[in-house]
Each structure stands twice: as C-alpha cells, then as structure tokens.
C-alpha cells in the first residue's frame, strides 16, 4: 500500500501524516501506550547484519575510535487510531517492544541494502507492503518532535540538526526539539505507562533548557511517517506564553544538556506567512522529512485555536500558503 506524502509550499515531502490535521489535539489521557517487554526478533539474514555492526562498534572502541553507544530502546509494535464514542476525540494506543540502537542501524543503514532473495528490505517491507504496518524489528525507532512558540514576542523556533548527529537528518532543519524513546529516560521505574508528553517536555529542557518552572501549554497534534527513512514521530506544538528568544539565547549562552545537538537555531514570527516563507526559502534537501509537516500543524492549531476552536481557520493557513507560492513564482 502507497501512504500519501505530505505537500506544502509546492513540494512534496518524505512524510505521511498517519493522525492528525492540526485542528484538535490528542488529550494526554487518549494517548495510551502499551509496552511489551519482548525483544524484537530479526529473521536469520538481518540478524547477521545485525551482529557485522555490532562486532565492528566494539571493534572500534577497543581501539579508542570513534563508535556508537550501543543505548536501549524501543520498537513500534503497532499504532492504532480510534475516536471516543460521543464527542469522537481521537484515541492513539501504541504498542511497544524492546529494541536498541544497533536494531535501529541495522535496518536504517541497510534500507538499500539487497537480502538473498533479491529484494531490499524497502521494497519487500515498504513498498511492497504497507509501511505504516512493518513488522517491529523494521520500526526500532519512534521520535517525538515539537515546535515551540514564544509568547511574548511571538516567534517560531526552528533548529538546525548538528553536523555530529549521526544519521541521514545531520545539519538539516528539523523541529525545534526532539527526542528518541530511551528506555533508560522514558520508561517509568514505577510500572506505570510511557507518557509521550513528558517525552515531549524532556527534549524541551535537554535541548532547549525549558524547565519545569516555565508555563508550557503543550499538545499532541498527531503522528507521521518518515517515508523516507523509515522513523515514526510524534507531533507536538508547544508555547511558552512567559518567555521570549533573548530569553531563550541567554539561558543557551549558559549551558544546555544536550547543546551538541544543534548548531544553529532561527526565530520567525511565528504568522502562517512567515513560517512558510521560511520553510519555502530553505532548499528542499535540507529539511528533515517530518519538520514542514510538524509546523504547517502547529500554524493550524494556531489559527483555531485564535478563532474560538473554528476548524474552518485552518484555511487561513492554506490562504496564507497561497501567498507563499505567488510570491515566489519567477
């Protein structure tokens, strides 16, 4: 099954929005996680290429090299989308297993990558099959991504991945903060459920130094599909109604958690027209699949949000992409 991509400004993105249009939130008590403490299980052939990787990291860091770290996290078993029974709010349960960063390679590095049956694990798994339903061993990676708003003067905030991230996203604009499920980080030792909302606040604070004492009016706005790459992402528009962007660089200047992440970051104000243009302006191969998808959202929450809940202003972000377009037609 082909999975529609995301459009904007003209272009056609490496995304698929799997839930969501931007026009109401998914509450933080519909969003359910379900964690099932298995292991995914590769078939024989990509277990050897997974085992070629890890022999070649351990190899490397016994001789002081660069490597990776080998860190735990989790697969995508399955998402599932329902609507509540009277007021048809969305529900998203996602199923999880246990994965880790050498799965996530083995798969990502090796999309290419021809099995002995003569097909690569793209067309067998992506094209040939729905991608949205991959087996787990083939979803080890899950993203949450927001896009933050400062409310007292009113900007966007978009980051730009550092050249030392590893990955096919290194120094491309990406969303203003995002953070990969960890076990170690995001897996409550109490037992109780995986929150993608607190998730969402820890790449605020280890990526943007967002701390729990700021105001923080955070929603879910829905899942994609990296097509392209083949990573989920969760959606998220953030707004700190207290805080401003000199704000923000000072605490940077400062010191940051996760401050590698990052090389540079831009402030736009944060009107459809604008954010657009910024997205136009930037050539097409240096945005990360996901990010367009992600704010175009977050401008569509916006605007219902500013018209009382009207879904119907959503087409005030499409007006404004209009412009957008008209005024960058040679």
Known sequence: MRRDRFTVVGRETG????????????????????????????????????????????????????????????????????????????????????????????????????????????????????????????????GVNVALETGRDGRMLFSRRSAHVAGPNSSRWNSSANEGLARRHD?????????????????????LAVHATDTLDLEMLGFGLDLDNHQWAGFFRAVLPDLDEETLRLRWSRGVTDKWEHDRFEFVPADPESVLGFIADQ??????????????????????????GDPAARFQVEAAEQRVIEARRP
Not at 23 to 29: D, F, G, H, K, Q
Not at 67 to 74: G, K, P
């Open 15 to 142: 995304c698929h929005i799997f839930e969501g249009d931007g026009t109401r939130p998914v509450l933080e008590e519909e969003m359910r996680v379900k964690y099932r403490p298995r292991r995914v299980e590769f078939p024989e052939e990509i277990a050897g290429w997974r085992h070629a990787i890890q022999e070649e990291e351990r190899r490397k860091e016994a001789l002081g090299l660069p490597h990776r770290w080998n860190n735990q996290r989790f697969a995508v078993e399955r998402v599932v989308v329902t609507r509540t029974h009277l007021a048809e709010e969305p529900v998203v349960t996602l199923t999880l297993q246990d994965a880790d960063y050498y799965d996530f390679l083995t798969t990502s590095l090796n999309l290419e990558r021809k099995q002995s049956n003569g097909l690569t694990l793209r067309q067998q798994y992506l094209e040939g099959e729905d991608p949205a339903h991959a087996p787990a061993w083939m979803n080890c990676s899950f």
């Open 187 to 207: 897996l409550p030792e109490d037992g109780s459920p995986v929150s993608l909302y607190a998730v969402a606040r820890r790449a605020l604070y280890e990526e």
């Open 283 to 308: 050539p097409p191969e240096l945005w990360t699949p996901c990010a367009p998808a992600l704010f175009y959202l977050a401008l569509v929450r916006g605007a219902v949000r500013a018209a009382g």
